[in-house]
C-alpha cells in the first residue's frame, strides 16, 4: 500500500498540473500574455517590491518559528535559533516548490536535525506538529474570514457548485472554524485528554505552546499573503482582507493537490477570486509570489544543501583519514 501511494501522489499532483494549465489556458486564450504580464510587472514600484520582500521575510521568520514551537513541544533546548530558521527555510524552500511538502520535509529535517541527536521519530513528531500548526493558521484565519465576511465566497459563483458560495453555508463553516480553534484553546488550558479520531489522536499541547501557535501560525499566512496584496495594482484591488481570503483557498487546493508548488492550481482559483482586478494584472501579481516565496528560496536553500552536505563529507573523510 506504501509503494502505491509513493507513486499515487506524484501522479495526481501531475494530473492537477495538466488540467490546471488547460484551465488557464481557455482563460487567457486570445491574449497576448507574456508583453502585457511584463509590462505589469515593471509598473510595479520599487517600495512595492521591497515590501512584498518584506513580506517574504516575515512568513519564512514565521515558518521557523513552527520548528521552534515543535522543538519546545518536543523539549529539545539545545539546538540554537540560527540552525533552526536555516533549517526550516531550507525545508520549506524545498519542499513548497517540490510537491508533498509533508513526505519532502521530513527527509530533509531528518538529515538535518539528526546531526543534532534527534531520532527519528522525534524528527516525525516535529514535521506533524508543523503541520497542524500550519492547518491551525488555516482554520483559525479561515474562521475569521468568513465569519467576519461571508459573502467572500460569493466571488467564486459560477466556478464553484452554488452551495460552496452561499454566505449562510460560508458563515456557519466560519463558525465551526472558530468553534475547532476555542476548543482546542479550551483543551489545552483545561489539559484535557487526547482527541482521538479513528487511528489518529490530538494531543492537546501546553498552555506556552498553544499561546505560541495562536500566534505563529496567521503569521505564516500574513505574510506570504503580503507579497500578493503589494504586487497588485491600486485600482480595483479589493484590499488586503479580499486577498487574504483568496490566498487561504487558493494556496490550501495547491496543497491538497500536492502538485509541485501548487503549479496552475494557485494561479487558477486566485483569478477567478478576482473579478475586478484585470486577470493579467492578477498573473503578474503571482509571477512575483512565485519568485519571492518559491523560486529565490529555493536558490538560496540548494546553495544551503550542497555546503550542507559538502561539510559532512569533509567530515567523513576526516574521520576515515584519522582512524588509518
Given at each position: 500500500m506504501r509503494k502505491l501511494l509513493e507513486y499515487f501522489w506524484p501522479l495526481l499532483g501531475l494530473v492537477a498540473?495538466?488540467?490546471?494549465?488547460?484551465?488557464?489556458?481557455?482563460?487567457?486564450?486570445?491574449?497576448s500574455v507574456g508583453v502585457e504580464v511584463w509590462a505589469n510587472l515593471k509598473a510595479i514600484s520599487v517600495s512595492h517590491y521591497l515590501f512584498a520582500a518584506l513580506s517574504t521575510l516575515v512568513a519564512y521568520a514565521a515558518l521557523a518559528w513552527y520548528d521552534r514551537i515543535a522543538l519546545l513541544h518536543l523539549g529539545v533546548k539545545?539546538?540554537?535559533?540560527?540552525?533552526?530558521?536555516?533549517?526550516?527555510?531550507?525545508?520549506?524552500?524545498?519542499?513548497?516548490?517540490?510537491?508533498?511538502?509533508?513526505?519532502?520535509?521530513?527527509?530533509?529535517?531528518?538529515?538535518?536535525?539528526?546531526?543534532?541527536?534527534?531520532?527519528?521519530?522525534?524528527?516525525?513528531?516535529?514535521?506533524?506538529?508543523?503541520?497542524?500548526t500550519f492547518g491551525f493558521g488555516n482554520i483559525?484565519?479561515?474562521?475569521?474570514?468568513?465569519?467576519?465576511?461571508?459573502?467572500?465566497?460569493?466571488?467564486?459563483?459560477?466556478?464553484?457548485?452554488?452551495i460552496f458560495t452561499n454566505p449562510n453555508t460560508a458563515l456557519a463553516v466560519g463558525l465551526g472554524c472558530?468553534?475547532?480553534?476555542?476548543?482546542?484553546?479550551?483543551?489545552?488550558?483545561?489539559?484535557?485528554?487526547?482527541?482521538?479520531?479513528?487511528?489518529?489522536?490530538?494531543?492537546?499541547?501546553?498552555?506556552?505552546?498553544?499561546?505560541?501557535?495562536?500566534?505563529?501560525?496567521?503569521?505564516?499566512?500574513?505574510g506570504?499573503?503580503?507579497i500578493i496584496y503589494f504586487a497588485l495594482p491600486e485600482q480595483g484591488n479589493p484590499g488586503y482582507l479580499v486577498v487574504l481570503g483568496a490566498f487561504l483557498l487558493s494556496f490550501s487546493a495547491a496543497l491538497v493537490s500536492h502538485?509541485?508548488?501548487?503549479?496552475?492550481?494557485?494561479?487558477?482559483?486566485?483569478?477567478?477570486?478576482?473579478?475586478?482586478?484585470?486577470?493579467?494584472?492578477?498573473?503578474?501579481?503571482?509571477?512575483?509570489?512565485r519568485l519571492f516565496y518559491l523560486i529565490i528560496p529555493l536558490l538560496v536553500a540548494l546553495v544551503v544543501v550542497a555546503l550542507f552536505e559538502r561539510k559532512k563529507?569533509?567530515?567523513?573523510?576526516r574521520g576515515s583519514q584519522s582512524e588509518n
Open positions: 498540473v495538466v488540467v490546471s494549465f488547460y484551465l488557464l489556458y481557455k482563460e487567457f486564450q486570445g491574449e539545545h539546538i540554537n535559533w540560527l540552525f533552526i530558521s536555516v533549517c526550516s527555510f531550507t525545508t520549506y524552500a524545498l519542499s513548497h516548490n517540490i510537491g508533498a511538502s509533508v513526505f519532502s520535509g521530513a527527509m530533509v529535517r531528518y538529515r538535518a536535525y539528526s546531526t543534532k541527536g534527534l531520532t527519528a521519530t522525534q524528527v516525525a513528531a516535529l514535521v506533524l506538529l508543523c503541520s497542524y483559525l484565519l479561515g474562521g475569521l474570514l468568513l465569519t467576519y465576511n461571508p459573502g467572500l465566497m460569493q466571488r467564486l459563483s459560477g466556478f464553484l457548485p452554488d472558530l468553534a475547532f480553534v476555542a476548543v482546542y484553546i479550551i483543551g489545552s488550558l483545561m489539559k484535557f485528554r487526547a482527541f482521538r479520531f479513528g487511528r489518529y489522536e490530538i494531543l492537546y499541547p501546553r498552555p506556552g505552546i498553544m499561546v505560541r501557535q495562536l500566534f505563529a501560525a496567521p503569521l505564516e499566512l500574513l506570504a499573503a503580503g502538485a509541485p508548488g501548487g503549479l496552475g492550481i494557485f494561479e487558477l482559483l486566485f483569478i477567478n477570486i478576482m473579478p475586478d482586478v484585470p486577470r493579467l494584472k492578477v498573473l503578474a501579481a503571482l509571477l512575483v509570489w563529507l569533509v567530515e567523513r573523510w
